[in-house]
Nanobody
């Protein structure tokens, strides 16, 4: 089995910062891409940021310059540093990992965490 567990969410005032963490554990052979999505009430889940095993990153336009994604390959962990938060960033944040569980697996598959709530409000 593979587990991803997000942590670091909470309530923060506008302009504040939070750092999310998400370690992947269990039977893992190789992780390709890791990333974060978010879903606000009444809206579709949207991409926030992704990072490859080599460190290449991709961000949604709405978070560029404010959010930074990083990962520790030795710990199979992805992070999301969120600065200058606004109420529009309020959402449940989900991490995912595109991985192979065994060396013989042909395809990489996506595994998801359960989500962590981020609320930006005064």
């Amino acid at each position: 089995q593979v587990q991803l567990v997000e942590s670091g969410g909470g309530l923060v005032q506008p302009g504040g910062s939070l750092k999310l963490s998400c370690p992947a554990s269990g039977s893992i052979f190789s992780i390709s891409v890791m990333g974060w999505y978010r879903q606000a009430p009444g809206k579709q889940r949207e991409l926030v940021a992704t990072i490859t095993s080599g460190g290449s990153t991709n961000y949604a336009d709405s978070v560029k310059g404010r959010f930074t994604i990083s990962r520790d390959n030795a710990k199979n962990t992805v992070y999301l540093q969120m600065n200058s938060l606004t109420p529009d960033d309020t959402a449940v944040y989900y991490c995912y990992a595109n991985l192979k569980r065994f060396s013989g697996d042909y395809y990489y598959q996506n595994y998801w965490g359960q989500g962590t709530q981020v609320t930006v409000s005064s």
